[in-house]
């Protein structure tokens, strides 16, 4: 089942290559005005989201096409430039911090902008998608912050980028309501509110409800990063700046300092467009792939003037790493999912490594979320989740970082007692350089060292989790309770890429059951036979989705993608 690195190179630059036309016919260098469009798709069904307009205005396409007339070309190049160091991993050239950018990480006299107001104390973040309800939950919830996420925990259906963009839009103005259709209404009733950090889609997706027209004429989808972006940062600005906080932004999926350079760019030019002061911007970076582990000072200086911290992302961390080492031999098979927690030695690296890069840069370096989640109706599963969240939160705060994610409100109050008990009255720890800490390369990439089983209950769960999570995925819904754990899109590809990684290499089982295609095909009927069908129910769609990206001989680097365009 080994994956041909050019059948996937070849392929994924053929997705990654923008529609094309016909140049105008009137003369070899002329050429058009760039523009954006909402495609006939996008039209119709942004014609059901009750003021769609106020958010696709003319103004503010154009400022999405300025966008994508100067950064488009830069984003297709850096794709291609992932697509080859997946080869070359492929090929068992492993990443490595690089010479030739020795000189940032040895100066020591730099250091980031830090953060911005409204950003000083960050010890709990809730995270969430964008919807109305969850985000006036969020913003009652009591966390330092609220991630607005319009990537892993949101499906990006039309009606929930566009819901997201009006939710965001509304808030600042004072406007953020909701009703349910039971009557019950929602409203913003905190006296402090989190502050808002907004994670746009990496760069891997596309919006395929915009259409971009390139000054040669080529039509191509938007890039999904570009139009959260530029879309939040062109209505919002403005508010927000005047509110006392500021346009703050997660950026996700980053795999090399060129990319960050690439957001960084962005921004300079975002802020002269709209006239607002350079620096005014501040990003907070997921380092959630092997590739960007290597790079983390790199990617600190280039987005130094707009930076405020890293986030240690961990779920799509642990699929980077299936996703890198897949077909590299036995020994880079990863156990069962729960068994590979943040203190095996490689994850144990990867997060000191953070703390101490951040610190002596002037930036915060945030935790990940721990995937448990309470039950209001099961105190014993309450109880356990409580427990499993105070001692992962314990061992944040401990080992030096500023502050946390959270899932849910009811965790908020117990991962914020782990950082009252460190920090005290101050908003962070960065002044704890961790000197001590010294991380190798060897060390990041001692993934053979993990040990674990996998066991015939860990496949059944990753088969059962990956098509429940995409069914529900499918039905517009991002962020999934699932056996009383918070399931996303990362959390799906590291269960989908497991199952891939161990028929691959032909794993048996600790029972002494071999993982082949007619076992998968088996668990996957168990599974949707357990579940209880409902009118509506995207169960078929899911098991085509799970088939794809799971038990074909080429490995999609992302579920969503071929999902979103096949689907939504």
């Keep these: 089942m080994n994956t041909t690195p050019t059948m996937t190179l070849e392929r994924e630059r053929a997705d990654a290559a923008p529609a094309r036309r016909p140049a105008p016919a009137t003369g070899s260098f002329q050429t058009v005005e760039p523009r954006i469009e909402v495609a006939r798709s996008g039209a119709e069904r942004a014609a059901s989201v009750d003021r769609a307009d106020e958010i696709l205005t003319p103004e503010a396409l154009a400022f999405l096409a300025a966008l994508h007339d100067r950064f488009a ?29 020795a000189w940032i990480r040895d100066d020591t006299s730099w250091r980031v902008a830090g953060p911005g107001p409204g950003l000083e104390d960050r ?31 949101t499906s990006p ?18 406007d953020l309501a909701y009703t349910s259709p039971e009557g019950k209404e929602y409203r913003v009733t905190a006296e402090e509110t989190p502050t808002i ?10 919006e395929k409800h915009l259409t971009f027209h390139d000054r040669a004429g080529r039509a191509m989808h938007a890039s999904g990063s570009l139009v959260d972006f530029g879309l939040y940062f062109f209505h919002n600005a403005t508010a927000l700046i005047a509110a006392g906080r500021g346009p703050y932004f997660y950026l996700p999926k980053l795999e090399s300092h060129r990319e960050a350079k690439l957001w960084n760019d962005i921004f300079v030019f975002a802020q002269r467009e709209l006239g607002i002061p350079q620096g005014t911007i501040r990003a907070t970076v997921l380092i959630e792939t092997i590739q960007a582990a290597f790079q983390m000072d790199e990617i600190l200086y280039e987005l130094r003037d707009h930076c405020a911290g890293l986030n240690a992302g961990r779920w799509d961390y642990i699929f980077s790493i299936v996703k890198t080492f897949r077909s590299r031999g036995r020994r ?39 995937a448990f989640i309470p039950n209001r109706r099961d105190p014993e599963v309450t109880e356990r989740a409580l427990a499993a969240v105070a001692a992962d939160k314990r061992r944040e705060a401990g080992d030096g970082f500023d502050g946390t994610w959270v899932a849910h409100p009811d965790l908020i109050p117990t991962a914020r007692a782990e950082f009252d008990a460190v920090l005290g009255d101050r908003p962070n720890q960065v002044g704890r350089l961790r000197d001590d800490v010294e991380v190798t390369a060897a ?25 429940r999570y995409i069914e529900s995925w499918l039905r517009g819904t991002g962020a999934a309770a699932i056996d009383n754990l918070m399931e996303d899109a990362a959390t799906a590809e590291i269960s989908r890429s497991q199952i891939w990684q161990w028929l691959d ?6 029972e002494g059951t071999r993982i082949d295609q007619t076992s998968i095909v088996r668990l996957m009927a168990e599974a949707v036979a357990a579940l209880p069908r409902f009118e509506g129910d995207r169960f078929d769609d899911a098991i085509s989705v799970f088939r794809t990206v799971a038990l074909e001989p ?6 969503t993608v071929g999902a979103y365009a096949r689907f939504l």
């Design 73 to 101: 070309g830069t984003r297709h190049e850096l794709l291609a430039e992932r697509l080859q160091t997946r080869v070359d991993a492929a090929n068992g050239r492993d990443p490595r911090f690089m010479p030739e950018t």
């Design 123 to 153: 010890r709990v973040e809730i995270t969430g998608p964008t919807d109305r309800k969850m985000a006036i939950n969020a913003l009652n919830s009591g966390a330092k912050v609220w991630l607005a996420d319009q990537e892993d925990a």
């Design 157 to 174: 259906t039309w009606e929930n980028v566009i819901g997201g963009q009006l939710t965001l839009f509304d808030f600042p103005r004072g």
């Design 197 to 206: 950090v907004m994670r746009p889609r990496g760069w891997h997706l596309v």
């Design 332 to 370: 880079w098979v990863l156990p069962d999912r729960k068994a590979i927690t943040m203190t095996v030695p490689f994850m144990r690296a990867y997060t000191e490594l953070l703390v101490q890069t951040c610190h002596k840069r002037g930036a915060h370096a945030i935790g990940g979320m721990s």
């Design 443 to 467: 060390e990041l990439l001692d993934i053979p060292s993990i040990g674990g089983e996998v066991t015939e209950a860990g496949v059944r769960d990753n088969v059962s989790i990956a098509i």
């Design 505 to 510: 290499n032909n794993t048996v089982t600790a």
């Design 554 to 559: 080429e490995f999609p680097t992302f579920l």
